[in-house]
C-alpha cells in the first residue's frame, strides 16, 4: 500500500492563474481532508470530502473547491492564485465509513508544494 | 473560538534529558487531542491520541481539562526524537485544527 499519494510534487503558477491538485487516498479509505500549510506555520483546514459531497469546510474563500470522485480520490482546484496561496498542500485520508464517531487519525500525503509569483 | 497554541517554536535538549511540549487548547465542547509528528524526510503521521492513554516510543500526554492542557513528555529524550511536533484538536468528523509546532532538536 503506497499510502496517501500527491501530484504535483511542486509546481509553480503565476497570479490569476488556476491550479488542479490531486490527491489518491490510502487503501480503504473513503474520507479525503485537504490542509494548507504556510511556512513555518501548522496545517490549516480548507475541507473535507465524504461520499462525494464536501462535509465540512474551513475559513477559506470560495476560490477554494474541490472534488471526489467515485474511486474515493479527490482534488483540490485554487481559481485566481495570490501570492498568498503560495504553500505545501496537504492531502489527508481516514475512514469514517460507519463509524458514526470523531475520527481524528489521518494518513498524509507528502504534500504538493505551490509557489505563485 | 477553538484555539490550539504551542508557545514553543524549538526546543532544544540533550540526550537523555526529559523533554516536555506545550500545548494549551480553547475549546467549548469535550475535546479530543492528539500529537502528530513529521520526522526530517517523512510525512506528518499521528504519534498519539489522549483517549488511548498509551505511550507511544516513550512519549506520554495527559489531558488536563482543568488548565485546558495536553503537553506531550519523554522523560529520556533520544536523538531520534529529533522532530517537528504539532498539537491538535479534532472537531467533529475528523477536522483538526493544529498548533503552530514545535521544532525538537536533541543532540548528543
Known amino acids: 500500500d503506497a499510502g496517501v499519494t500527491q501530484s504535483p510534487t511542486h509546481l509553480i503558477k503565476t497570479r490569476g492563474q488556476q491550479v488542479t491538485l490531486r490527491c489518491s487516498p490510502k487503501?480503504?479509505?473513503?474520507?479525503v481532508s485537504w490542509y494548507q500549510q504556510a511556512l513555518g506555520q501548522g496545517p490549516q483546514f480548507i475541507f473535507q470530502?465524504?461520499?462525494?459531497?464536501?462535509?465540512q469546510r474551513g475559513n477559506f474563500p470560495d476560490r477554494f473547491s474541490g472534488h471526489q470522485f467515485p474511486n474515493y480520490s479527490s482534488e483540490l482546484n485554487v481559481n485566481a492564485l495570490l501570492l498568498g496561496d503560495s504553500a505545501l498542500y496537504l492531502c489527508?485520508?481516514?475512514?469514517?465509513?460507519?463509524?458514526?464517531?470523531?475520527?481524528?487519525?489521518?494518513?498524509f500525503g507528502e504534500g504538493s508544494r505551490l509557489t505563485v509569483l | 473560538a477553538q484555539r490550539v497554541t504551542q508557545p514553543e517554536k524549538l526546543l532544544s535538549v540533550f540526550k537523555g534529558a526529559p523533554v516536555e511540549l506545550k500545548c494549551n487548547y480553547s475549546?467549548?465542547?469535550?475535546?479530543?487531542l492528539f500529537w502528530y509528528v513529521q520526522y526530517s524526510r517523512q510525512r506528518l503521521q499521528l504519534l498519539l491520541r489522549?483517549?488511548s492513554r498509551e505511550s507511544i516510543k516513550g512519549f506520554t500526554a495527559d489531558l488536563n481539562k482543568g488548565e485546558t492542557s495536553f503537553h506531550l513528555k519523554k522523560p529520556f529524550a533520544q536523538e531520534e526524537d529529533s522532530a517537528m511536533y504539532y498539537c491538535?484538536?479534532?472537531?467533529?468528523?475528523?477536522?483538526?485544527?493544529f498548533g503552530a509546532g514545535t521544532q525538537v532538536v536533541v543532540t548528543p
Open positions: 489522549h483517549i
Open positions: 489527508a485520508s481516514s475512514l469514517d465509513r460507519g463509524s458514526g464517531r470523531r475520527t481524528g487519525e489521518l494518513f
Open positions: 491538535a484538536l479534532s472537531h467533529s468528523w475528523g477536522k483538526l485544527q
Open positions: 470530502y465524504y461520499e462525494e459531497e464536501e462535509r
Open positions: 475549546y467549548s465542547g469535550s475535546p479530543e
Open positions: 487503501s480503504g479509505h473513503d474520507t
